[in-house]
């Protein structure tokens, strides 16, 4: 994981092929908000969508949740989600961190089902928005709690 700046915006990406999950948060308050969902297809569509998003933002590092079976090992999905961390670096010249998504959307569907929101066309639009949001903040706890040199 490539060592966070001090200060400024975080996005973090809960990536998926029919959506991407975004989230924003701050480096110095240590908070993740849920933003938004993408959901062109289409990978034009996604990075003019992710690059608007960066030019209203001004983040200074991206976060990618990185899909891990319960061991630990990489699933199906995880190269894709590495090439779109790669992929983020190299369109917009940022730090990308990839973090260990395990049990984000399980966590996310609970929030939900708490917030009263137990059918699947109520939870759909805010899902994986909220999924991002669960893993940047454990980024932003990992990050407050590791030591320094």
Same mark, same amino acid.
């Given at each position: 994981?490539?060592?966070? !700046? $001090?200060? %400024?915006?975080?996005?973090?990406?809960?990536?998926?092929?029919? *959506?991407?999950?975004?989230?924003?948060?701050? #480096?110095? @308050?240590?908070?993740?908000?849920?933003?938004?969902?993408?959901?062109?297809?289409?990978?034009?569509?996604?990075?003019?969508?992710? $690059?608007? #998003? &960066?030019?209203? =933002?001004?983040?200074?590092?991206?976060?990618? %949740?990185?899909?891990?079976? @319960?061991?630990?090992?990489?699933?199906?999905?995880? !190269?894709?989600?590495?090439?779109?961390?790669?992929? /983020?670096? %190299?369109?917009?010249?940022?730090?990308?961190?990839?973090? +260990?998504?395990?049990?984000?959307?399980?966590?996310?569907? *609970?929030? /939900?089902? +708490?917030? %009263?929101?137990?059918? =699947? @066309?109520? *939870?759909?639009?805010? #899902?994986?928005?909220?999924? $991002?949001?669960? &893993?940047?903040?454990?980024?932003? +706890?990992? &990050? $407050?709690?590791?030591?320094?040199?």
């Amino acid at each position: 994981m490539p060592e966070a !700046p $001090a200060r %400024g915006t975080v996005l973090g990406f809960d990536f998926g092929l029919a *959506r991407i999950g975004v989230a924003v948060g701050e #480096l110095e @308050t240590g908070q993740a908000t849920a933003l938004t969902t993408l959901t062109a297809e289409a990978n034009t569509a996604r990075f003019a969508a992710i $690059a608007r #998003l &960066i030019d209203e =933002w001004h983040p200074v590092q991206l976060v990618v %949740g990185l899909p891990l079976s @319960t061991d630990g090992a990489p699933q199906a999905h995880t !190269p894709r989600c590495r090439r779109f961390g790669n992929q /983020l670096h %190299g369109r917009f010249n940022l730090p990308v961190a990839m973090v +260990d998504e395990r049990f984000s959307s399980a966590e996310a569907e *609970r929030q /939900l089902a +708490d917030a %009263g929101r137990h059918r =699947w @066309t109520d *939870r759909k639009p805010v #899902l994986d928005a909220l999924a $991002a949001q669960i &893993i940047l903040q454990h980024y932003l +706890d990992h &990050i $407050a709690h590791a030591p320094t040199a």
